[in-house]
């Protein structure tokens, strides 16, 4: 399978449109062209799953570029897979896209017939600086039937090296006629995705709506990343919980039936994240603290002991995540988020004061709960504190755009300053608890426990350390 960023801009143009002259472009540039015929056939769920994310997947035949193409969208561009043509719907493309999907099944639904003129842009030294296309494009639905949608329209892809579209090519478009599209891409024209309507009946709904969708946006981008083997394990497992302390903070706003259940459904998916998530950074965590060593004092083959039952650990996990990803109990989780993006759980109207009063709930409780840790300084306690002042900030962060959002940001930031001190706190606990583990383990094989002993004192060092910083940063407050 190939990939590649794919960074364009599409162009409306009348009948009339005459493409201005490329020549000019850079100094000592030089254009090729070439005209080719090309038919895309693309595939979604009945119900435009797949678009609705603005993922799009494709059969193309023509002159050049046959294959099949999954593109997905990227903050800087698209990212385009591509796998040789075959008669039948690429298993691993379909697999990628199966979470997306629901699972359900993908199917032809229209084919786009394109004209295309392509024009590459080279600067003096060979390199592309730019690809202009003109198409005269066709659609029909992919059973023959219905009306054919036909239009003209310009689309720039941006070289390897080129950062933004020229602004001599942009300002000779516009010149000449053309319109940036509203359009995505042609299949966007052709079969628009279901929208996203904001809610609009309070400051306060907007902000709540608006938040919910991010987070539901980044499990869907996991989500797609995950089945690529990818690991963007982190922040998945973030968006997760910041899913379940809008729930739990903001919940008497919202409706207990639509929301029933799905805290736990989101805990139980984290947990399932974090599982790998841990053995990852405990890894990089222990291979420094090794490294960091006189080699006099690593006794043993301690790196390899570590890292071996860690790595076996985490393999295990990816495979328990995998599982958890094709259960229907996941499906039904990733289907009641996808409803919310159109269908927020509101049970009533939500005002702005209504989440000021939810976040500063939220914040009494976390500065309890610190209070209470720096009281007896257990580590149940600090663990405690660090849960507490993670629903403050993402209560904060929530409720930003519906109040003065200098108050808002001080508290975001002072309690992931908070965060931080107590993460390192739980860090050093957990990593003394696994060397004392590992230690007892390797102890009772016959290897020196000398190393071990070392990195558990220093774990608990640091873990002390940590524990005398939440302090300090209490004291500082806000």
Not at 260 to 286: I, T
Request: proline content about 5%; hydrophobic content about 40%.
């Amino acid at each position: 399978m190939r990939d590649q960023l794919e960074r364009e801009s599409k162009w409306e143009v009348d009948r009339n449109f005459v493409l201005p002259d490329l020549r000019d472009l850079v100094p000592g540039s030089r254009v090729e062209k070439k005209s080719v015929q090309l038919t895309s056939t693309y595939y979604d769920t009945p119900e435009l799953d797949l678009l609705a994310r603005g993922v799009t997947l494709r059969r193309r035949e023509g002159d050049d570029e046959s294959g099949w193409q999954l593109k997905i969208p990227r903050a800087e561009g698209r990212l385009e897979l591509s796998t040789p043509l075959t008669p039948d719907l690429p298993r691993e493309l379909a697999e990628i896209v199966a979470g997306i999907a629901f699972g359900k099944e993908l199917g032809p639904l229209t084919s786009i017939y394109t004209l295309r003129d392509r024009h590459k842009v080279f600067d003096a030294d060979g390199e592309l600086i730019v690809e202009v296309a003109e198409d005269i494009v066709e659609a029909t639905p992919a059973d023959g039937s219905g009306d054919v949608t036909a239009w003209r329209e310009v689309e720039i892809e941006s070289g390897p090296r080129t950062e933004q579209t020229p602004r001599p090519l942009v300002k000779a478009l516009v010149k000449a006629g053309a319109r940036a599209s509203q359009y995505p891409s042609k299949l966007s024209r052709v079969l628009p995705g279901r929208s996203r309507p904001r809610a609009t009946e309070s400051k306060g709904a907007r902000a709540v709506h608006d938040y919910l969708n991010a987070q539901i946006d980044a499990v869907f981008a996991g989500d797609v990343e995950l089945r690529r083997g990818n690991d963007p394990i982190h922040d998945t497992r973030v968006a997760t919980r910041r899913l379940r302390s809008t729930l739990r903070v903001f919940g008497p706003l919202l409706d207990r039936a639509a929301i029933a259940g799905v805290e736990d459904e989101l805990k139980w998916y984290a947990s399932v994240l974090g599982e790998v998530r841990d053995c990852h950074v405990q890894r990089a965590r222990f291979a420094d603290r090794i490294a960091a060593l006189p080699p006099e004092l690593v006794l043993g083959p301690v790196a390899a002991t570590i890292d071996g039952d860690l790595l076996a650990t985490q393999v295990r996990r990816r495979a328990d995540l995998t599982e958890a990803m094709n259960s229907d109990r996941y499906r039904a989780l990733l289907l009641t988020l996808n409803r919310w993006r159109t269908k927020p759980p509101f049970a009533e109207r939500i005002r702005a004061r209504d989440l000021v009063e939810r976040a500063r709930k939220a914040a009494k409780k976390a500065d309890k709960r610190l209070a209470t840790a720096l009281a007896d300084g257990s580590d149940e306690s600090l663990h405690r504190a660090r849960k507490a002042s993670k629903r403050a900030r993402y209560a904060a962060e929530l409720h930003r755009p519906a109040r003065k959002p200098g108050r808002a940001e001080a508290n975001i930031a002072y309690y992931k300053r908070l965060q931080k001190v107590l993460g390192d706190h739980n860090d050093g606990v957990v990593a003394a608890e696994f060397l004392w583990r590992t230690a007892t383990t390797a102890g009772a094989q016959g290897e020196n426990g000398f190393t071990f002993g070392l990195l558990y004192a220093n774990e608990k060092h640091e873990a002390e350390v940590a524990r005398d910083k939440v302090a300090d940063v209490a004291a500082k407050g806000r």
